[in-house]
T-cell receptor
Framework: DTEVTQTPKHLVMGMTNKKSLKCEQHMGHRAMYWYKQKAKKPPELMFVYSYEKLSINESVPSRFSPECPNSSLLNLHLHALQPEDSALYLC???????????????FGPGTRLTVL | DQQVKQNSPSLSVQEGRISILNCDYTNSMFDYFLWYKKYPAEGPTFLISISSIKDKNEDGRFTVFLNKSAKHLSLHIVPSQPGDSAVYFCAARTSGTYKYIFGTGTRLKVLA
């Protein structure tokens, strides 16, 4: 089973709203990732968690707040977003092989976010 | 600085023929490479990987070739099928990092 699930599939929010994106995997992976993808562009890394600890923050604005409550779950809390934040948000997971070595990443289907 | 490049934004191939998708990289420290297929509004689906200790890896209709001296990898799909029509991304990483660097993608269209 190589499934990563994400909810919701679509989200429309205003600039003053607070919302959360959720990601879940049951593959025993200990590295989890958030990516942002704009149309016709490659996925752009935002955050990496390793063993539930934040390992990488790619200088993401504070209006995006990640959380990893346990080894299977990853959340992305959204607050005061801008219209240019509209994109496909992808979650991924991989085996964490130690020493910052990771195996193949498996992606979820994504959440299509529209900020009005 | 684009460390992973896919210089062909699009490719059209007849059904049943071979599709060859190319990827070039500049960082000689990359040691693990992946190919993903992506349909619109969906997440990338993992296809095949290759480690830098190999020069070829096969999985069914998909074969990835790695030429380390040329810093080039390619994905061969034989025979191509209409369901293969998608955007294909290559990705690379260096040992000791969590970060995969993605190419810009190639849109493959397989014509029936």
């Amino acid at each position: 089973d190589t499934e990563v699930t994400q909810t919701p599939k679509h989200l429309v929010m205003g600039m003053t709203n607070k919302k959360s994106l959720k990601c879940e995997q049951h593959m025993g992976h200990r590295a989890m990732y958030w990516y942002k993808q704009k149309a016709k562009k490659p996925p752009e890394l935002m955050f990496v968690y390793s063993y539930e600890k934040l390992s990488i923050n790619e200088s993401v604005p504070s209006r995006f707040s990640p959380e990893c409550p346990n080894s299977s779950l990853l959340n992305l809390h959204l607050h005061a977003l801008q219209p240019e934040d509209s994109a496909l948000y992808l979650c991924a997971s991989s085996q964490d092989l130690g020493g910052r070595m990771v195996d193949t990443q498996y992606f979820g289907p994504g959440t299509r976010l529209t900020v009005l | 600085d684009q460390q992973v490049k896919q210089n062909s934004p699009s490719l059209s191939v007849q059904e049943g023929r071979i599709s060859i998708l190319n990827c070039d990289y500049t960082n000689s420290m990359f040691d693990y490479f992946l190919w993903y297929k992506k349909y619109p509004a969906e997440g990338p689906t993992f296809l095949i990987s290759i480690s830098s200790i190999k020069d070829k890896n096969e999985d069914g209709r998909f074969t990835v070739f790695l030429n380390k001296s040329a810093k080039h990898l390619s994905l061969h799909i034989v025979p191509s099928q209409p369901g293969d029509s998608a955007v294909y991304f290559c990705a690379a990483r260096t040992s000791g990092t969590y970060k995969y660097i993605f190419g810009t993608g190639t849109r493959l269209k397989v014509l029936a």
